[in-house]
């Protein structure tokens, strides 16, 4: 039976443990996004007018987009959250609370009005990567406004913020930069973290990458549950994702 999602999980290793030190980086792509696939001025997105803004999709819509459980995606496959309902980081809060766009996105402006939980991961190693997919749809023009959220977090929070699990924390720190996907969407911010046992140590690492395509947000939070480095979301599950929204049928 599916426990949760990685470290969010009752049984992951990593899961409400107190006094970890992590570290967050913004994608290379996330300054520059005219020339990845984004819009020049990504502000602007952000405060256009309800009327402008493009509508939400219903449930069952945002469910035809999203990756069935059972579906592959290369070696891994996909699953739902059976106990949870989601990743328990969805409950998680930040301090300050700027930086909550870093650590979930569930009620983020208010929150989606649709929303699809997915976990996918390789049967062969159960240690392997853990990836959390999630497709959220927003109303009122606060897809583009969340996005605006995340890159002001991440300018923001850089300097270090806490991720409050219940009695536990984690604190994020600035480190490095990781791969956003070319072209994807109308705009893509992604982040890499990098989580720490003590001091001067490395453990693990932690990507999330956030896709916006109009009112919708697809967001990929990927970690290997053995500690060693994904270098960023498995790209098998990118594409499977993308491909699936991007073709499915509309309405």
Known sequence: MNQGYGK???????????SIRVSLAVLACTAALTAC????????????KPSAAPKPLT?????????????????YRTSEYTV??????DAYTAKPPVCQALVSLRSVRGGPVAQVHRRLTDPRNLQGADVAVQLRSYA???????????????KQCAGGFSE????????YTSEAEADVPA????????????????PGRTASYEYLTVVRYGATLVSFRA?????????????EILDAQTEKFTTSPKG
Do not use: T
Request: aromatic share 2%; net charge positive.
């Open 8 to 18: 969010y999980g009752k049984q992951g290793k990593r899961g409400m443990r107190a």
């Open 37 to 48: 696939g984004g819009p020049a001025d990504p502000a602007a997105r952000a405060d256009a």
């Open 59 to 75: 449930q069952p819509a945002l469910a035809a987009r999203s990756l069935a459980p059972g579906a592959a995606a290369g070696p």
């Open 84 to 89: 949870s309902g989601g990743p328990l980081s």
């Open 140 to 154: 009122k023009g606060r897809a583009a406004a969340v996005m605006g959220d995340l890159r002001a977090a991440g």
């Open 164 to 171: 409050v699990r219940g009695s536990g924390a984690g604190v």
């Open 183 to 198: 072209g994807a969407g109308d705009e893509a911010v992604a982040y890499r973290l990098g989580l720490k046992d003590g």
């Open 223 to 235: 970690e290997n549950l053995d500690g060693k480095d994904l270098d960023g979301v498995p790209r």
